[in-house]
């Protein structure tokens, strides 16, 4: 009896539900967790963390932000023993120390306290310096003296200091830059007359006097740049660390100062929303761990428009012809499943043929016809933002067209009859009536395809990306798309930051913040797909996908 309703339970198929439900529970568990370890770990790097000051038993001091803490399991270390527990601080001052952080041994700490009077700075360079402010000296003479006064004088000399860079900024990237962008048009200019043989005298003196008010102008701007960097280091600070050690330096090198164990809850929150939107606006310092990743959000969101505005045209034209014209027999089959496969092929497989085909065949002929004066300096014949795209966009179109053949075979086929019936032409019933039914289908496929290429780091070293762009694809120079430009990622901007990193741990928050942001994009792109995909589903119910 038993055995029969063991038998007749699992012959009911009660058994395999439960355990599809477990397994469906377990899978939105794990990303649960790992969206939220993300969201913890990169939300909370923008939170000012209070200062603090150890006392430890050999009478010297320890200053820093407390990052995390363990008890050390079989250790062979001598300095941490077994069964002992130690607290990892964020101590700063890499000039000083050598690196940002240090272990402390919590049986060696004597007293722990507070200090409101220690701040934080953020430097240009060497990360950050955790101690107090002594002096403020313009040139030899002492501006300010004592921690306190100091403190004070020094906050508008960092304001000062920051307009100035905006200054030299504007003055390197627009002004400076649109003269040598000049310069260089009239030398490749010049250069294609050579090349015609049509280099008169009267074309060399042109060049030669239009080349001679640039360069003027060019010295006229680069003497303000040179006044505004001698004005960065006419202040200096001298600043001391919790054990006494001073260390002068240039105001101009200070980004913001901040006294987090003084300020409030309030304080603190409107802190942590600057920090966000630094991040999200500025360029990357120090080895892309400090500073923003604008640059990279930027390449990551337009290369997968220009990938989806290149995938969806190649994707339907080719699933439409398959469905709707080709003649249904050995051939066509080989195709489906040529196509099939070539959605599994390795994403670096993609980067090896864009390599080969897109940038050395396609833009090397390019340069060869449009660009022989730039050469042997390659213009379209090297990496770029062009290249990366078609090639992320050769890798999802088996994507698109295996989604829109299932859109296109969800339309009814009274939809097309019909259409046929009252007149319409096959390209007519199929421009007005079937691919718009099965545009909700057309959209899956450019979901995937999204989700798949927004992440995509492989194909992308061997095409265009890098770790630091000097200008970006897009900006206020004619033609204002530079498609031929290399561009900043993400997902590489995440290998770059943790595995090359030569300051692993004051790498790893800029890590998860940079996930996060690159998770937040990826949804963003998707709903915003699946939001016109629903609006297309309610405008022509007929589609069921």
């Not at 012959?11 to 649960?32: E, K, N, P, Q, R």
């Not at 280091?233 to 006494?244: F, R």
């Not at 379209?380 to 698109?400: E, I, N, R, Y």
């Not at 421009?431 to 959209?443: Q, T």
Request: hydrophobic share 45%.
């Amino acid at each position: 009896m038993p055995s029969l309703s063991l038998r007749k339970f699992l012959d009911s198929g009660t058994l395999f539900v439960w355990f599809c439900g477990a397994g469906l529970a377990l899978s939105l568990l794990m990303i649960g967790g790992l969206l939220a370890l993300i969201l913890f770990n990169g939300m909370g790097y923008f939170w000012p963390k209070d200062l603090v000051q150890l006392t430890l038993q050999d009478g010297s001091y320890v200053l820093g932000e407390i990052t995390g803490r363990e008890v050390i399991h079989n250790s062979v270390d001598s300095e941490f023993p077994e069964g002992k527990s130690r607290l990892q601080l964020k101590v700063g001052n890499r000039d000083l120390y050598g690196l940002d952080f240090r272990w402390v041994d919590e049986s060696q700490i004597q007293a722990q306290e507070h200090p409101e009077d220690v701040v934080f700075l953020e430097r240009r360079e060497w990360g950050n310096f955790y101690g107090r402010p002594q002096l403020i000296k313009h040139g030899e003479d002492v501006v300010a003296s004592g921690s306190q006064e100091a403190t004070r004088a020094l906050l508008p000399l960092i304001d000062r200091a920051n307009d100035m860079y905006e200054d030299i900024h504007y003055l390197e990237r627009d002004v400076i830059g649109d003269i040598n962008h000049e310069i260089e048009g009239l030398r490749l200019s010049f250069r294609a007359l050579e090349l015609e043989g049509r280099d008169s005298q009267s074309d060399v003196t042109e060049t030669e006097q239009q080349m001679e008010v640039l360069q003027k102008q060019y010295e006229a701007e680069a003497d303000k740049l040179r006044v505004l960097y001698a004005q960065l280091e006419e202040y200096a600070v001298v600043l001391e660390d919790v054990n006494g050690t001073k260390k002068e330096l240039a105001v101009g090198q200070i980004i913001r100062m901040l006294s987090p164990n003084a300020m409030g809850f309030g304080e603190k929150f409107l802190t942590y929303m600057e920090n966000i939107w630094t991040v999200l606006s500025e360029e990357p310092r120090e080895a892309n761990t400090e500073g923003g990743i604008f640059p990279a959000i930027f390449g990551t969101v337009l290369m997968v428009l220009i990938m989806s505005v290149a995938v969806v045209p190649f994707g339907v034209l080719a699933a439409v012809y398959l469905k709707e014209y080709a003649t249904q027999g050995m051939l066509v089959r080989v195709v489906r499943i040529a196509v099939n496969n070539l959605a599994g092929v390795p994403s670096i497989v993609f980067g090896v043929f864009g390599l080969g085909f897109f940038v050395y065949a396609v833009g090397g002929s390019i340069d060869a016809l449009f660009f022989p004066e730039a050469l042997p300096n390659p213009t379209f014949g090297t990496g770029g933002m062009l290249w990366a795209s078609l090639t992320l966009a050769l890798m999802t179109v088996p994507v698109v067209i295996v989604a829109t053949e299932e859109g296109l075979s969800a339309v009814p086929r009274e939809y097309r009859e019909g259409s046929l019936a009252l007149g319409a032409t096959k390209l007519e019933s199929l421009l007005r009536v079937v691919i718009p039914c099965a545009m909700p289908g057309i959209l899956t496929g450019l979901i995937l395809a999204i989700s798949r290429a927004t992440g995509e780091v492989a194909p992308l070293m061997l095409t265009g990306v890098v770790k630091l762009a000097p200008s970006m694809p897009l900006d206020g120079t004619f033609p204002f798309l530079h498609l031929d430009r290399k561009f900043m990622h993400l997902g590489f901007h995440i290998y770059d930051v943790g595995f090359q990193s030569p300051n692993v741990e004051a790498a790893k928050p800029m890590v998860y913040v940079t996930t996060l942001i690159l998770v937040a994009i990826v949804i963003i792109l998707n709903m915003a797909a699946i939001a016109i995909r629903n609006r297309m589903r309610r405008k022509y119910a007929g589609s069921t996908i």
